[in-house]
């Protein structure tokens, strides 16, 4: 991910800066979000802040609030663009605009704008090739379960007036 967010300042990815703040949902921070980088490589646009939100559920009931956000710059300060980590417990259902909430805008780079937020989702859609990789029968049940998911906006409480999904496709 910080391999990503050079590239941003460096212009080797150029993008004009708009104003508002998105959210964009990744599984970790060793990569960059699908929908940032399909955001950034197809529309040539990326918001004034940029919150990059990774979701960790723990092996306990419940976290208290006061240790549910840790934050991280990605490296250069004042770019706009951070790494938050919310920890939920086992028991909770993961509220992502309320765990948003308890960032301290003295750390955030700038003010977030959280009620008007755009929220992304990255998809990823399987697909049958031809490369034999595993059995046909496996290819499609695999395929088949890969679609047994549960509705990301909804599980993480996102405003779906402004969820964006965006996807890409591997064949399996």
Known sequence: MREFVDQLHSGQAPALR??????FLNRGEQ???????????????????????????????????????LLDHLGPTEDGIIHVTAR????ETPDVPAALTLLDPTQTEGQLQLDQASYFLSKIELRRGKAPTMAPWRKRLFIATSYITADAAEYFGLPRDRTVIMGSHIEV
């Open 88 to 91: 939920f417990g086992y028991m």
């Open 18 to 23: 708009v104003p508002g703040t998105a959210v």
């Open 31 to 69: 990569t960059a979000p699908l929908a940032m980088r399909a955001n950034v490589e197809h529309n040539h646009v990326r918001h004034d802040q940029v919150v990059i939100l990774s979701i960790e559920t723990e092996p306990v009931p419940r976290i208290p609030a006061d240790q549910r956000i």
